[in-house]
């Protein structure tokens, strides 16, 4: 895979511990200490500036600036809805001066640097001493309980230095994106907040108190787009400066100056950073207690998956139906802060069995988007709903036609997922109130892009890409086919089933849904395509993929990689050579249609065609392989997922962490090790220990009860806090599982 | 096709004639109206100003800028090396004042409006009477045998006006490209002379001269951009003034504004209007006598065809290696002025037999930027040279990746070119000079881009987009495999039969070419696909290609044309509809390998499937079915080719001239109904005169004859001014022409 790990940090079961300033990761350990609270996200830069490379980047939920110079394209059908999420204010400005010589952070006048982020708090602090003068603190807090608070914790204690200091603390709008500023509009300055709109005509209100241990003076003032207010004071003792910060964002300016400073006030009035502290531990502890995942015998995989389990946490949990889950979360510009189908297809199954109330929401957003899918299906010259590869507001933003009109993963993610949740929850007001309207208008898009073959003894999907992006314009994806056949045949199996149900007649009446028209579905499903060879069992990723010309993907140069970049485009697309799961993919998503021989033959065949150049593709098939017991692999596989950051294995971590691979880990260990089974009439588990470890454990959510499940060589306890519900099968033998311990013994 | 005629113009043989102002067609007369000399291209706009819509166009061949928001792409091979054709002076520019009042064109106040374009001269004569105050008459000229040099000549005849009129005279640097201003910078400005540059480091000289038959006043001044010369005289009797130009490209700032004026200068002692129409008609008349086409019974076509004979020549004639036959010649800003394959596939035939200085010189361009498409075949990943697209400096300008990547007929299309020229001139001086070294380039291109499928049986290009570019990314486009194949195989031809020469063995050694590449290419070649079916004689255009959704293009209602603009993007390229000819087109290059069955049954097969949405396409279709005996479809066809513009079919002739179609246009009637085959090993003539004409008759060279054709029902009537060198074949029977008149009957 040309993946190489990159350790830098301490190995630590709880937190990220960074020993000694790692220059060359700078931008590395900007990512890996970001902290977010799902409506706000802060990288790790240095409070005090730092003169070398720093993405001094904060970002909001579906905050997002349009691109000044898109080029109007002639041709329909290439989105005009560019967006993405924009780079928000500094609010952690901090500049020190020493009698008044400005301090910046640098590495050659500073010694014992120790950098660390607790999985347990969401605290992140950072030391160091700065030539033999004075020590200094910087610790940092976003609060899970009140996402608009935050807080930065300075402490400077005097070494061989007595004399007057001077802190400037800032909010700074006048931030970068992509390099270039001016994306903020600053409207008004008061004391210690500042409001800001962007072109898209969303609000920013950034507003804060100081608490200091000692006397000092201040003042105000302001430059170009950044709020000053200036302290100075002797240090003799050491100082101890806390700063609670207010972050208020108005997405349709409806709110005035007064309204929001007086929102902001009475959220400072109640806060203290000791405060968030404690709120945050009890959050963490609450979480770590129903969703922890123990590994025992590799630290390095337990470091992993925690810190998995801590920023998935952090990006998402449901608190608003209109957040969704970003490529790279709220820790960078890669991406463009954009959802993408992993939303559903990686992250949904990490919620529906930890917080379905947090899949719901996800869900939900793409009912509340379903108009901009709407519009996106006209553009396209079809029917019903296209949802968009990659989008903050429901339209389309990717830039690349190529992907945008070629690829409906996204719009057919949809449909799985509602099938997937509303299986494993049974939760039908969702499906008869929200997620009937989706698939119709899903099915409608994908009856209406398919077309039959010459001689229309075939249905399929002509010049589409699959999840495969290095097949671009092929026909006959099997993957695209099969997802529009299921998509189809879920809309006509709900309508069927609940035709009954009064809201259904409504929303068939207003969709003017007719009998024709599924009965033209109904052709088309029958006459689905999917190319597959009986003898050897082997589904053709699409149709002509086995007739490419091969590649020996282990004799491709490691600098190549990644290929985008170093192979000249159109060349990627002309290989036998797979970037992520597309065959496999289905084989995950629709588990158990397919016999173990099938999914052998499939995985033998693709797994060494694929590069995995997309972080996503390494934990399907360590789920796969698995299942298929080579469990070498399986490990190997699970340990890029779970350190894929941490390790920096893809090069590119200083961009942001890649949020959704970080809840691919999760699925991983659960369904890879685990065993889960929920694609079937009945939740199946089958966990195995695989012999690296000594044991581990996992927990899932199942109809209201919690279940933990602990992993050795020889036999699995299953702990409930309730009775559940539901039988489940383990190891292909149905429980009725009763709240305490159940104990079974390991099938091999 | 949905294409239908809208004539306005007078039917004429040697004219264009608007007769009353046609306001609603004023951008499609200020195209047709174009003049050009080759060297600079004017379009008949309004020299006195017009407040409408107006395209004031004036280019200079090869005079280019960049755009400024060039986006670079961050994948590799995706061209960053945009440029287009700029507009340049407006250097006819006249504003006329009435006592102090602006007086510009309308429609309104106008009467007896009256414009011509005289194809024996390349004047453009435009007349009217202002309300019952004065007539005016605007006359224009580009010199030929000068091409720096061009003319304007205005009268102004009272009527019941008399008293004081002031003439500004101007030179524009201020003009707009693509609706905007702001390319050119003025450096300095003298009395009746600018300078200016564009970014590109590309200067601009334009000096002028007055004559008036009365006396005058006058005074200088600049404004912004515009150097204005200002004239006052009492309009008395009629007044007379000729204004003689020089326009003095310096493509690299190479002369000092001193040398620049004394050469204008120079130039304009020894001009003077009436000389240039004079030289202008010899031109003509000699060019007529050895070029024209004559068609009896059918005056339209009669028009049509010298119309385009006029253009073609003004277009290009090789006057030097730098220039190229951009696809709208100098006439618009559409397609940027570009050269496309157009130059070596339709145009290059017509050079070869009518001026093969000009031919050779068209292939010149493409050695003297031989350099620049082995920069673009690197970028590609490929060795060799890859020809652009689009380009004015060799350099790859189509900004669409799709194509530029993806379509290699360019490439082809050198190799081609180089073969057919070489088989009708013998010039083996030019082979082994300069077309040998071009050939390795490209065989290594098509040997390094092509790919063997899995199991290595068959070799071929992936990925690829043929001249149809209604299929995007295909495998095994067979045109694109055809001349992939030939062009290597010419090459080892060449290298084989000439090995011996001093200056061959140079080239092998300067460019490193081995005895193992020719053998892989020998396999390549070998195992090169084209997908056929023996029984049906039919070409599958690419694998995969018959069992596409079927699209009865005759239901397309006639408002979705033309389909870019209508129909979103991606569904242009999923259906068995073509726009342009792909199968039909490698049958027109190579005639002769195939039978008349075989080219029959593609035609019946592939016809049908093609909406022309090519202006080049049906000339090719004319052809064929010409050959086929499906004369009414032939002559159909044909009406499309002579009069696409005049009658503007494709509704976009307001933008330019479809320069490359109207060189089309030519091939049509010589290949067609002329039935001339060139890419044979003898020269092949079977002239046949369609039924609803009386006669026609054409002119072709062929190794220093000129050999005129006049063909009745009956009889062809050649007539040679010197014995032929060459045998020729007439009807399939071998022919030694001699000096004189040979008479042959018609063979059905």
Redesign the interface.
């Known amino acids: 895979m040309g993946k190489i790990a990159q350790q830098y940090l301490e190995i630590h079961p709880w937190m990220l511990i960074e020993d000694g300033f790692h220059e060359s990761k700078a931008l590395v350990s900007e990512s890996l200490f970001s902290l977010s609270n799902e409506y706000m996200g802060v990288r790790g830069f240095f409070d005090e500036g730092y003169k070398k490379e720093s993405l001094i980047g904060t970002y909001f939920n579906g905050l997002y600036e349009v691109p000044k ?1 898109i ?1 109007r ?6 989105s005009d809805q560019l967006h993405y999420m924009v780079n928000a204010a500094n609010f952690f400005y901090v500049r020190i001066y020493i009698q008044d010589d400005l301090y910046t952070f640098n590495a050659k006048e500073i010694s014992n640097f120790k950098r660390s982020l607790d999985f347990k708090t969401g605290e992140m602090i950072r030391s160091y001493q700065v030539k033999d003068l004075f020590e200094i603190k910087f610790k940092r807090l976003l609060s899970i309980e009140t996402p608009v608070l935050s807080h930065q914790a300075i402490e400077i204690k005097p070494l061989n230095y007595q004399g007057q200091i001077s802190l400037q603390f800032g909010i700074d709008f006048g931030t970068e994106h992509w390099g270039k500023p001016g994306f903020w509009q600053v409207d008004h300055f008061l004391k210690q907040a500042s409001l800001a709109h962007t072109t898209t005509n969303q609000n920013l209100f950034v507003s804060y108190q100081l608490h200091l241990n000692t006397n000092y003076q201040s003042y105000s003032f302001y430059e170009h787009k950044l709020n000053l207010e200036i302290l100075s004071f002797n240090l003799t003792d050491t100082v101890q400066i806390e700063r609670d910060i207010i972050c208020l964002v108005d997405k349709n300016q409806s709110l005035s100056l007064d309204d929001l400073s007086h929102q902001a006030d009475k959220h400072l009035k109640l806060a203290s950073y000791q405060k968030t502290l404690s709120s945050n531990q009890a959050f963490y502890q609450a979480y770590y207690d129903q969703n922890d995942i123990l590994i025992e015998g590799d630290l390095k995989n337990q470091q992993g998956i925690r810190y998995c389990l801590f920023q998935l946490v952090n990006t998402y949990r449901g608190v608003s139906e209109e957040n969704n889950i970003g490529a790279k979360g709220l820790t960078g510009e890669a991406y463009s802060g954009h959802a993408f189908w992993d939303s559903e297809t990686y992250c949904l199954p990490v919620y529906l069995f930890t917080n379905p109330k947090a899949a719901r929401n996800l869900l939900m957003f793409r009912y509340n988007t379903l108009n901009q899918a709407r519009r996106r299906a006209k ?4 029917k019903g709903a296209c949802y968009p590869i990659a989008t903050l507001n429901g339209h389309e933003a990717c830039d690349l ?2 992907h945008a ?2 690829q409906f993963q996204p719009t057919s993610a949809v449909a799985y997922a509602i099938w997937h949740y509303v299986k494993n929850t049974k939760d039908d007001e969702f499906l008869i109130h929200y997620g009937f309207e989706m698939l119709v208008e899903i099915a409608r898009f994908f009856s209406s892009r398919g ?5 229309k003894t075939k249905f399929g999907y ?2 589409v890409m699959g999840p495969d992006e290095f097949q ?2 092929v ?1 006959h994806n099997c993957y695209t086919n099969l997802l529009g056949r299921e998509s189809m045949k879920y809309m006509i199996d709900v309508f069927e089933n609940y035709h009954y149900h009064p809201k259904i007649q409504e929303t068939v009446k207003a969709l003017d849904l007719s009998i024709d028209e599924i009965e033209l579905m109904k052709d088309q499903i029958q006459k689905m395509y999917l190319p597959y060879d009986e003898k050897t069992k082997i589904y053709e990723q699409h ?2 993929f ?5 590649i020996d993907i282990h004799q491709i140069p490691v600098t190549d990689f990644p290929l ?8 990627i ?4 050579m797979i970037k992520q799961p597309d065959v496999l993919m289905f084989m995950f998503l629709y588990n158990q249609r397919f016999d173990l021989e099938t999914k052998k033959a499939n995985y033998d065949y693709y797994e060494p065609k694929t590069i995995h150049e997309s972080s996503l593709s390494p934990s399907i098939h360590s789920i796969l392989a698995a299942e298929l017991g080579y469990m070498k692999e399986a490990v190997d596989f699970f340990g890029f997922a779970t350190r894929m950051d941490l390790d920096d294995y893809n090069r590119n971590t200083k961009e942001g962490l890649h949020l959704t691979s970080i809840a691919a880990a999760w699925v991983n260990i659960v369904y890879g090790f685990g065993g889960l089974r929920s694609d079937g009439n009945i939740l199946k588990l089958a966990p195995y220990c695989p012999e690296y470890w000594t044991s581990y454990q996992f927990n899932f959510h199942y109809f209201g009860s919690n279940i933990k499940v602990f992993v050795t060589k020889h036999e699995i306890k299953l702990t409930l806090d309730r009775d559940l519900k539901e039988d489940i099968m383990i190891y292909n033998q149905t429980y009725h599982l009763e709240k305490g311990i159940t104990t079974i013994h390991v099938a091999h």
């Open positions: 110079d080029r394209s002639h041709y329909k059908g290439i553009e396209l010259d079809c036609w190529q009109s070629l077309q039959y073959n010459y001689d002509y010049g671009m314009m026909n149709e002509g086995h007739d490419l010309p091969h985008y970049s170093h192979w000249s485009y159109d060349r697309y002309r290989n036998d």
